[in-house]
């Protein structure tokens, strides 16, 4: 039996991890610790069972050593951070609160818990990074390694690599027990609605214009969030430690191909349930419309990176990860759930954060200001 700490769970995958975890690992003990920023949802946790929610900073660290002693943690696996790319360019500064000087509080918390203490208790510290440390690649590129250096290319992807580093720092300096994570493009239930997938869902159900950056050729590499937890329970049972493990979905998609998936998708869900018309009157598919007739190009984001690619050779090889879940078929799924989930979604898109969009975004995502 282990007992987790689990930071930023509320978040998107944070709240997939806290899910996934019980229904595997039904004995052991949860803290779900969350600041409840922007992005953070408890309701996101809501029916999950003899799990302690915490609503609290990663950066208070009289809270968390309290949490690490009361709840007798060995295990704590760090989700929470900024993690939008155009929030960090329009402000980078609580990309470096959060991910760099919160990450060094939960190290020196842990260190102090798990080494300085004396105790001698076997411990993990799993840190959950991004592939977007390790910058952009060529159409011809190898795919990105866990030796690939580090070229950090956004705010946001530079804050991680920093925090990355501490993590590594704090294992070859006093010993802490750590593994590492970089993962690439997650989707799935309960994902924020500022991301591509949930945003452009949103958009299309509504008639608002789904605004692609640039050409629209910018390649990512799709990885369902469920196979994402299931690549974190790998590290955390049988990863070395003081080792980073590369976690990827293995499909290469441009934005575009996504992006067309979505239209055809939301156009075979209403040729299938006419009640969708009636929920969602302004959609084009609601009038027997294409849902691309609302795609539009808009001038490119300044550094967007142009190709991300995952070799998991390592985790696969050590670890016996694959992922299990094709991007065509989950993502049907992943369209389903938000369709069945919609009065979630509509209690996020609040005033703040379509003010928000509009900033960000203005006509382009057709938000109603």
Known sequence: MANLLVTGAAGFIGANFVRY??????????????????????????????????????????????????????????????????RSIKGPDVFIETNVLGTHALLKVARRHWLDSGSGQPHRFHHVSTDEVYGTLGRDDPAFTETTPYAPNSPYAASKAASDHLVRAYHYTYGLEVTTSNCSNNYGPYQFPEKLIPLFIANALHGRALPIYGDGQQVRDWLYVEDHCRGIEQVLRKGRVGECYNIGGGEELAN?????????????????????????????????????????????????????????????????????????????????????????????MDGSYRSWIADNYGHRAGVAV
């Open 21 to 86: 975890w019980r229904e595997q690992n039904p004995k052991d003990g949860i803290v779900a610790l969350d600041a409840l920023t922007y992005a953070g949802n408890a309701a996101n946790l809501d029916g999950i069972n003899q799990v302690d929610f915490i609503h609290g900073d990663i950066r208070d660290q009289a809270l968390v050593a309290r949490l690490m002693a009361d709840h007798r943690i060995d295990t704590l696996v760090h989700f929470a951070a900024e993690s939008h790319v155009d």
């Open 256 to 348: 575009l191909v996504v992006i067309d998936t979505l239209c055809a998708a939301i156009d075979k869900a209403f040729a299938h349930d006419p009640m969708l018309a009636a929920r969602f009157p302004d959609s084009p598919a609601a009038e027997g419309k294409a849902t691309a007739s609302l795609k539009i190009n808009v001038a490119d984001r300044p550094g967007h990176d142009r190709r991300y690619a995952i070799d998991e050779k390592k985790i696969r090889d050590e670890l016996g990860y694959a992922p299990a879940h094709g991007f065509a078929d989950w993502f049907a799924q992943t369209l389903q759930w938000y369709l069945a989930n919609e009065s979630w979604w509509r209690s996020i």
